[in-house]
């Protein structure tokens, strides 16, 4: 650190140091009020910029981010923790190939830098390379064994894997050792199968007090404590909790659900009438799963997973990341350049798709991509990959936006609010509903409720319309032993249950929610 300083008055080395422990702690507003002074002096010294551009990615800024870094990485070309920054800020900008890339080249320089092998765990994961990430994490251990967060994460993977038991215990040995882990907090709540105790409550209460918690283990904790408090009863305790925890989250980056609004209609209108596509046979192998998070989508994923012809895939960062190509390629962002494609270029996106997910069709010959938010693509999938099949899931519009509310969710900040919440359900309902009317034989509505009222039924309408013929394992499909990385892993692995509505227990204190979405009040 001393030699990255180097050039600074001995004031600004304390402001960029200052500033740096409270980025590492996840306090943006005191980072940034930190740097400011330094930053109007020493404008172009490489650590200044380093810290700016963590600030900018914390708030949302990230091309600001990823542009402010590379600038400060030209000054310190073979310095292996400006490559670290640069692949986490990547990493936060979903740039996840790029971002694995320089989190390499990071490994390359300093093979003994446990948090470079952490933050590549981290990235391999959110591309479901899950083995490779354990080898990183493990890596990561050997180098750090006190690295708490790379031994959560690890206990997350056991957790995937249905082994709840042993991830249960790790998250315990974590906290013996590091009682404010908020990633540990939250591991031991969305295992699910288990409450917490009184003295859990108590110690995550404590936890909330520790000097050396931050921001991420707070809003982790706060969200475990919610947890604990519903499993009690203890209603408005829990909301407390949420409030509290969502607010924490709110001040690092807040939601602009009218630009997103506005976002959405031009992607839609982009693609209303459909453009000319790819050959109406690409993309036959393909099944999107979409909606709102906690919507039933894993469930959707774990019955067709269990068919012999379905890999279930999980959340793949595929499809986004093809589209950003393309973005940089033409040097335009998404959807502007969607008029100018002709069939030709559709059909080399689709291919591109193809290319980068054909992991997944090694052992099965269809496989599922179910990253929720792949909905708001449904025109520029239908351009792509004509063939492929796309499942909008439903489910009660109170429900779904309570559970999102309720759940610790990176990177999803419309959660954070109940009129944000609202407006993106809202974003997401219209269109479904334009999609499945414009495209009825590549889009289908599924509904949640409709399937715990019928299962065999519904799960009959699933495979037919994926085409799939019928096999009676699906009906079984909690017996399928797949890896499930979503927070409802533990849940897919159980029958179904009809008693799965959790708002009726808060009463009228969801009122404010029913308001949003425009719900009558609860009347008991």
Not at 154 to 163: F, S
Not at 198 to 205: G, Y
Not at 304 to 313: K, P
Request: glycine share 6%; proline share 6%; charged share 25%.
């Amino acid at each position: 650190m001393t030699a990255r300083l180097q050039g600074l008055t001995q004031s600004a080395a304390q402001g960029v140091m200052a500033a740096a422990q409270a980025l590492d702690a996840g306090r943006v507003d005191e980072a940034s009020r930190h740097l400011a002074g330094v930053a109007a002096t020493h404008p172009e010294h490489p650590e200044v910029l380093r810290m700016q551009a963590g600030i900018l990615s914390m708030r949302g800024q990230h091309p600001d981010a990823i542009r402010t870094m590379r600038h400060a990485l030209a000054f310190r070309p073979d310095d292996a923790a400006y490559h670290n920054t640069l692949g986490t800020l990547l990493g936060q900008a979903g740039q996840y190939d790029a971002a694995i890339e320089s989190l390499r080249r990071t490994c390359e320089l300093q093979p003994e830098m446990a948090v470079a092998w952490y933050n590549l765990g981290v990235m391999l994961t959110r591309c479901v390379r899950n083995q490779d990430a354990v080898v990183a994490l493990q890596r990561a251990v050997t180098l750090a064994p006190d690295h708490m967060s790379a031994r959560a994460l690890l206990a997350d993977m056991l957790r995937m894997r249905g082994r709840v038991g042993e991830a249960a215990v790790e998250y315990r040995r974590v906290l013996i050792e590091q009682p404010w882990a908020g990633m540990a907090w939250w591991g031991l709540a969305d295992i699910r199968i288990a409450r917490f105790s009184a003295d859990d409550i108590a110690r995550m209460q404590e936890a909330l007090q520790h000097p050396a918690a931050g921001d991420d283990d707070l809003i982790a904790i706060g969200f475990a404590l919610a947890k604990a408090f519903d499993d009690t009863g203890q209603y408005a305790r829990s909301l407390a909790a949420l409030a509290q925890a969502n607010a924490i989250a709110r001040r690092r980056q807040s939601w602009n659900r009218d630009g997103y609004s506005t976002a959405v209609n031009a992607l839609n209108a982009t693609f209303t009438p459909p453009l000319p596509a790819a050959p109406e046979t690409l993309g036959s192998k393909v099944i999107f799963i979409v909606g709102l998070p906690r919507s039933g989508s894993t469930l959707v994923e774990q019955i067709l997973a269990t068919h012999s012809s379905v890999e279930g895939a999980g959340e793949l960062p595929d499809l986004p990341l093809v589209l950003a190509e393309e973005s940089r390629r033409r040097n335009q962002p998404f959807p502007r350049w969607a008029s100018a494609m002709q069939p030709a270029d559709w059909e080399r996106l689709g291919r591109r798709y193809l290319e980068r997910t054909a992991h997944w069709r090694r052992e099965r010959p269809v496989f599922t991509d179910k990253l929720p938010s792949n909905w708001i693509y449904t025109g520029a999938i239908r351009a792509m990959l004509p063939a492929a099949r796309i499942i909008g899931c439903r489910r009660d519009p109170l429900e779904t936006c309570f559970s999102c509310y309720r759940q610790r969710l990176d990177n999803n900040e419309y959660a954070r609010d109940f009129d944000d919440l609202a407006s993106f359900w809202r974003d997401f309902d219209r269109s479904l509903r334009h999609w499945s009317a414009v495209h009825p034989t590549r889009v289908l509505e599924h509904d949640y409720e409709a399937l715990l009222d019928d299962p065999a039924g519904r799960i009959r309408q699933l495979l037919d319309f994926c085409g799939l013929p019928f096999e009676e394992a699906c009906l079984r499909f909690h017996d399928n032993p797949r890896e499930v990385r979503s927070p409802s892993a533990t849940q897919v692995r159980q029958p179904l249950r009809k008693d799965t509505a959790h708002t009726p227990r808060y009463g009228a204190l969801l009122d404010p929610l029913r308001a949003a979405l425009g719900i009558a009040p609860w009347r008991g």
